[in-house]
C-alpha cells in the first residue's frame, strides 16, 4: 500500500476561492473584511511568513493594514497601536506576528488584543470558549488539520485519533476540537508527547495520527498501523549540504517509509502548512460577517447535548 497525499496547497486554494466568493459579496453590501498585521523586529521568517498573509489577503480581497515596527519598540508603544487597531472599524482581525524581540511580554500583547478581533485564537476568552463548546475564533493550524481531514473525506465520528504533541498552539486545541460533540469532532483523542514511554503502544492503535511534536522521524513505519491516516504538522530544518541553502524542511514524520503503510498521508511541506494563513483568513472574513451581524455568536448546539 502507497498512502494517498493529501495536497494542502490543493485544499487550501479551494478554500480561498470560496472565500474570494464571500468577499465579493460581502463587498456587494458595503462590507470589507480588514486584517491588521503587526510585525516588530526583522526575523526573516516571521518577514517572510507576514508577507505571505499579506499577499493571500490580496488574493481574496481582504484589506490589510501592514504595520512594521523596529526591534526596540516599546511595550507602551505596541500596547498603543493596538489599542488603536482594537477601535478601527475598518479592522475585523489583529495579526500580532510572534515571537516578539526580547523585552516585549507576548502575554499582554495578546491579552490585550479584542477578543472579538482575535482571528490567530490565541486569547484566553477565545480558548475557554473553544473548551466548554461556545462559538468561538478556533486556532489557525489547528483548525486547517480539521478541515484537511473533512475535505479529505476521513471519518472523524467515532474515529480513534493519537496527538504527538500538547502545545497550546496545536495539541490542546486540537485534541479539544476532535473529541467535541459535533458534526467536525466526536472523535475519542489520546494526547501523547516526547516524553511518553513507549509511543508507539498508542500510535499503532490510531485511526489517525497527527504528529506535533517540533522534532524529526518522531513518527516512523514501525509506530504505525496499516492504512491509518497520518496527518504532519511539523516543520523542522535538517542539514542536507546539497541544497543551496544548506538544510531541508522536513516533519515529525518518517514520510518515505511511513507512506508505504497509511492510506493517507501530508507531505512537508505541501500539506498543512498553506492551511495555517488560510484559517487565518477564514477567521478574519467570519469576523466581518459577526460585526455586520451576519454570523451572530452562539452556542453550537451540537455540542450541548447531553
Known sequence: MTARIIDGKQVAAQMRAELAQEVAALKQKGIVPGLGVVLVGDDPASKSYVTAKERACEEIGIYSDDNRLAADTSQADLMALIDKMNGDSRINGILVQLPLPRGLDEAQVLLR?????????????????????????????PHGVVQLLLRSGVQLDGAHVVIVGRSNIVGKPLANMLMA??????????????????????????????????????VTADMVRDGAVVIDVGVNRVEDTSRKSGYRLCGDVDFEAVKEKASLITPVPGGVGPMTITMLLYNTVESAKRAAGFSPLRPRSAQRRP
Open 113 to 141: 488584543i479584542d477578543p472579538d478581533k482575535d482571528v490567530d485564537g490565541f486569547h484566553p476568552m477565545n480558548v475557554g470558549k473553544m473548551v466548554v463548546g461556545e462559538q468561538a475564533f478556533l486556532p489557525c493550524t
Open 181 to 218: 460533540k459535533s458534526p467536525t469532532g466526536n472523535a475519542t483523542v489520546t494526547v501523547c508527547h516526547t516524553r511518553t514511554k513507549d509511543l508507539g503502544h498508542y500510535t499503532r492503535e490510531a485511526d489517525i495520527v497527527i504528529a506535533a511534536a517540533g522534532r524529526p522521524k518522531t
